[in-house]
């Protein structure tokens, strides 16, 4: 969890984080999480992200952070995570005594203990039935603006209440992680924003209203769980008396809704439309800002965070460093320096040499191995160690380009 508070200049005066492993170790999870016995369900404490909460707020209060200044707060959470708040929590929430830590007044509150999040894979069975109630997968990406993934969280909660019927009689109100965390501080169920809420498998993107055929194939009663979405940028009203009381937060701090880490990402780094940004990771994630989105079988459209009328498309590649890292190691004795040369010493295009690169399970698209073909079209077992480089990095970036291209994106001339 971390904390970051800007001027009216936007200049950095505080930041801070809890590291939910090393600091909150009775919850004994490992990268905050729960990788349960079959390998496939992953979860996280609901009530270690509110202890983390608690601690982050008093490791403030003891460096003397003068909260009475703070006139707005917002948020973001991991996307397609999952809270579920038990009848009656609407109250305690309320009315939350300013004399405890929040994780003591809430600790009955939680429905589900343990959060489904991002990282579960344990739904392929709900993703098949959605898809199928509502006419198959591209169908669903055009209502939605994906296909039925297992991380999402109309899947998640049609597990629970297959799985537990009797768990999701009790729940009153689910929110996303990013509107959990925006309900602590609001002291009343935050509502979910567009752009995270529509990494759901729910949400109709074009009319921003919850879809009843992707709601009626997940749960009964879903919409009043739910709640009303709201634009990303919503001011949802003042903070808690709670934080008032116990911290001295000004009572007319406003809470903006809180969205998720990928919409955050787009709005943080100020991409207009027609921008593109790329990030470099164990996994490649590009994300776009575009105006007539085609959704498509491969990658996500959510909801635009900063202009509700467009669009954001988001892509994400598996095989991304380690991939790069393998191929460094093969070609350029595990110098990025060798790397770098080798890459400069070919020509853009490679001579027609073509190179795809999966040492595992590609998400986008679906498939694995390596996969090399030279200027004639002919498949090929190997390339000379510099054409390899130039293949790797091309056929990555030129893949990028191509799926943008399938979901909307239009490259400026």
Known sequence: LKVIAIDEQLRVIYEDNVHFDKDLPEFKTQGGAYIHSDRLTVTSPVLMWVKALDMILEKMRSSGFNFSQVRALSGAGQQHGSVYWKKGSIQILKNASSKLPLHQSLKGCFSVSNSPIWMDSSTASQCRALEKAVGGAQHLASITGSRAYERFTGNQIAKIYSQNPEVYKQTERISLVSSF????????????????????NLLQIWEKAWSKSCLDACAPGLEERLGCPVPSHSVLGPIS?????????????????????????????????????????????????????????????????????????????????????????????????????????????????????????????????????????????????????????????????????????????
């Open 181 to 200: 965390a925006a309900s602590l501080f609001l002291g009343t169920y935050a509502p979910i924003d567009y752009s995270d809420g529509s990494g759901m």
């Open 241 to 413: 008396p709670y934080y008032s009381q116990r911290y001295g937060f000004s009572p007319d701090c406003k809470i903006v809704a809180f969205t998720g880490d990928n919409p955050a990402s787009l709005a943080g780094m100020r991409l207009q439309e027609g921008d593109i940004a790329i990030s470099l990771g164990t996994s490649d994630t590009l994300f776009l800002w575009i105006q007539e989105p085609t959704p498509a079988l491969e990658g996500h459209i959510l909801c635009n965070p900063v202009d509700s009328q467009t669009y954001m498309a988001l892509l994400c590649f598996k095989n991304g460093s380690l991939m790069r890292e393998r191929i460094r190691d093969d070609c350029a004795s595990g110098s990025w320096d060798e790397f770098s040369k080798a890459l400069s010493s070919t020509v853009a295009g490679n001579n027609g040499n073509l190179g795809f690169y999966f040492d595992v399970m590609e998400i986008t698209p679906e498939a694995v191995g390596i996969h090399r073909f030279n200027r004639d079209n002919q498949k090929v077992s190997s390339f000379p160690k510099e054409v390899e480089i130039r293949a790797l990095i091309e056929g990555q970036f030129m893949a990028k380009r191509i799926h943008a291209e399938k979901l909307g994106y239009k490259v400026c001339k």
